[in-house]
């Protein structure tokens, strides 16, 4: 297959960042150097998105108490360690174990691992989780289920389940950083040089659109729809996306997930869209989008139909002076029900002013009640 010489941004060669215990996104506000071990009463069980929060009480010699807010993981993150909507509930008495904020005045931790009474262990690293099974001779993942088996697609599209995968296979960390070596025009590169996590319109509660809709580290399903559409289905997605196999469709009101038509060359899906809005960080993050943005998408099965194969071309003159190629994979996972969470501007902004002194934030609301 012919393809443009572009520029191509090998996503394979970008560093991996470890999923850590304390979150994926570590806080320099949590010092390593600073584990605890405390027990207290759940107050709030806060399975939200983006982030997933533990309010606990924790108490005082004399009989007063501390509230403490714990930072875990995101609902799917979480949910392959076994965790679930309901693993947590107000007034379970629980012990955990974390990194402290380096004040340590502030009631605020990372999760390393969270165990309620007579319940198991359960975890915010895959690491530390399968160093505790081998100490403890166990043989079952956290929550005490087994591992369902992994079904190759025979075709694609045809169902199943989908997830980002790592360079070496394992699964891909979202990216925290804008990509400083894009083509960017004057206004894309004063993005990158004012970007900062605050800005991400997920502390909104606003999902952007594809390409970086696209490269989540989550579980994606994609499904037939009668003869003429396919429709992509994520975890935490509010609303489905629709490819559209017969160009006769009506044309539908420009919104974040824009236009798409599909068409088969061969064993690929090539998807093209257009009729996008203006995103905030709808390309990359740290890169917006605008209402010119062209997106041409490629997908084809490799490994015996274990990998999905991905090539996103994004061309947006107001943001990037000529088009980018990223390439990457996904791998086949088990079926199961997508997670669905609420999305949270208190989670979201709890997190992000986490590792920030009080007065360069304005929290506009407070986690707990």
Not at 108 to 114: E, Q, R
Not at 206 to 233: C, K, Q, S, T
Not at 261 to 284: C, H, K, P, Q
Request: charged share 25%.
């Amino acid at each position: 297959m012919n393809r443009p010489r572009l520029l191509i941004i090998a996503i394979a060669s970008a560093v991996l960042l470890p999923l850590v215990a304390h979150g994926h996104h570590s806080h320099a506000s949590l010092d390593r150097n600073m584990p605890v071990t405390l027990t207290g009463t759940v107050s709030e069980y806060l399975w939200k998105v983006p982030h997933v929060y533990l309010i606990v009480d924790v108490a005082q010699t004399g009989g007063a108490s501390v509230q403490y807010t714990i930072e875990t993981l995101n609902p799917p993150s979480l949910s392959r360690l076994g965790w679930a909507v309901d693993t947590f509930k107000p007034g379970d008495s629980i012990v955990w174990h974390g990194s402290h904020d380096r004040d340590p005045n502030r009631p605020y931790t990372g999760l390393s691992w969270a165990q309620k009474e007579n319940g198991p262990r359960m975890f915010a690293s895959s690491s530390e989780m399968q160093a505790y099974l081998e100490q403890t001779g166990k043989n079952v993942v956290s929550g005490g289920k087994l591992p369902r088996q992994i079904v190759p697609a025979k075709e694609f599209p045809g169902g199943g389940y989908w997830t980002r995968m790592g360079p070496d296979g394992g699964r891909f960390s979202a990216y925290r950083e804008p990509p400083m070596d894009w083509p960017l025009t004057e206004k894309g590169a004063k993005l990158v040089e004012d970007f900062h996590e605050s800005q991400n319109p997920m502390n909104d509660c606003i999902y952007p659109g594809p390409p970086r809709a696209m490269l989540m580290p989550m579980a994606y399903h994609f499904r037939w729809e009668g003869n003429d559409r396919i429709v992509i289905d994520r975890d935490l997605w509010p609303e489905s996306r629709v490819i559209y196999l017969n160009k006769d469709t009506p044309e539908a009101a420009s919104n974040q997930r824009g236009l798409s038509f599909g068409r088969f060359e061969g064993d690929e899906l090539v998807i093209e869209t257009t009729g996008f809005v203006a995103d905030r960080w709808g390309t990359r993050i740290g890169i917006d989008s605008s209402e010119g943005k062209h997106l041409l998408e490629r997908y084809w099965l490799s490994d015996g139909g274990m990998r999905l194969n991905l090539e996103f071309t994004v061309t947006d003159p107001e943001y990037l002076t000529e088009p980018v190629t990223m390439s990457h994979q996904w791998g086949k996972v088990t079926d199961r029900p997508l997670l669905r969470a609420e999305c949270s501007m208190e989670s979201a902004w709890f997190y992000i002013t986490a590792g920030y002194a009080e007065d360069e934030y304005e929290v506009p609301v407070k986690l707990s009640k």
